[in-house]
């Protein structure tokens, strides 16, 4: 999960989505509307018995607020609270496992803010059952050929791996980049992103007010996404100004064609495998 403002634990609920799914929680900076949620989503979890660890990345502070809340209210959590301290600077490597790595990207925003980027590591190549059986390859070989080897059958012949594999798909990658000033660098750190969350607080002729408030306008956010070659952009963190977001979506699409509008309840499939 990547945020937690108030409205969170209704959302899961509206969306069926599980809590004991979310394994792994990236806040970006503490401005409440990115986290004033999660106190209460750690409670619940607390009250629902978890017993699974629980992974937290952001920023010291948070954990001093929420040591004190649970000191306050005598709570012990029954479940490992696992708090990872987000450092200011890019191009950390936050969290490593045997599908992913996150990186954070530094924000400009009035308070620190990191934005985080997510990208699948290769995966190797699937073997094809039947073409196994038909060169009757053993066991032993199968790690080698997932892996890009080719096969040598009893009478010397090579039977390539293009024959006895096929491809794991592009590995995936998302970049969330949270409250920010427009920051032209940011484009070369999402550099060919699958999907890029970007804010877009104000449309652009309220380009002054997003300078004083340091957030950014449609028209930025499009312009990063262009500078970058994402294959898609997702827009969000709408000031409540706006009651219609088409004219938002429209004035982005104008420079990066490939704009969706971050809708509540949306599903936006990254890169989905062929
Ligand atoms: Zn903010
Ligand atoms: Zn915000």
């Known amino acids: 999960m990547i945020d937690c403002g108030e409205g969170t634990q209704t959302q899961l609920v509206r969306y069926k989505l599980k809590y004991n799914r979310i394994g ?21 979890m607390h009250l629902q018995g978890r017993t699974t660890e629980l992974h937290l ?14 000191r306050l209210s005598q709570t012990v959590l029954r479940y490992n609270l696992i708090f990872h301290p987000v450092k200011n600077y890019s ?16 924000l400009n925003h009035r308070i620190p803010c990191t934005g985080f980027l997510f990208r699948e590591k290769p995966k ?33 012949k090579i039977i390539p791996n293009e024959e006895l594999t096929v491809s794991s798909g592009k590995p995936r990658s998302y970049a969330f980049c949270s409250d920010t000033l427009y920051m032209e660098q940011l484009a ?7 999907l890029l ?28 996404a262009m500078k970058a070659s994402v294959t898609k952009l997702v827009i969000g963190h709408f000031s409540a100004r706006y009651k219609d977001l088409l004219p938002m979506l429209e004035e982005a699409k104008m420079v990066f064609p490939n704009t969706e509008l971050a809708i509540e309840g949306t599903k936006f499939i990254v890169n989905e495998k062929k």
């Not at 969350?197 to 104000?202: I, N, R, V």
């Open 197 to 224: 969350y970007h804010e877009s607080t104000f449309m652009h002729d309220l380009l002054d007010r997003a300078k004083a408030t340091f957030h950014s306008t449609s028209i930025e956010a499009a312009t990063i």
């Open 124 to 156: 190797p190549r699937k073997l094809l059952i039947n073409k196994m059986k038909q060169y009757n390859i053993p066991f032993q070989f199968f790690s080698g050929i997932k892996n890009g080897e080719n096969f040598e059958d009893d009478f010397g």
């Open 188 to 194: 070369d750190e999402v550099k060919n992103v699958d």
């Open 91 to 106: 191009g950390t490597v936050i969290h490593e496992d045997e599908d992913l790595t996150v990186t954070t990207m530094v």
């Open 24 to 44: 792994h929680i990236f806040i970006s900076h503490l401005h409440g509307d990115h986290y004033l949620g999660l106190m209460g989503l750690l409670s619940t």
């Open 57 to 70: 990345f952001a920023q010291q502070e948070l954990m001093d607020i929420i040591e004190l809340q649970l």
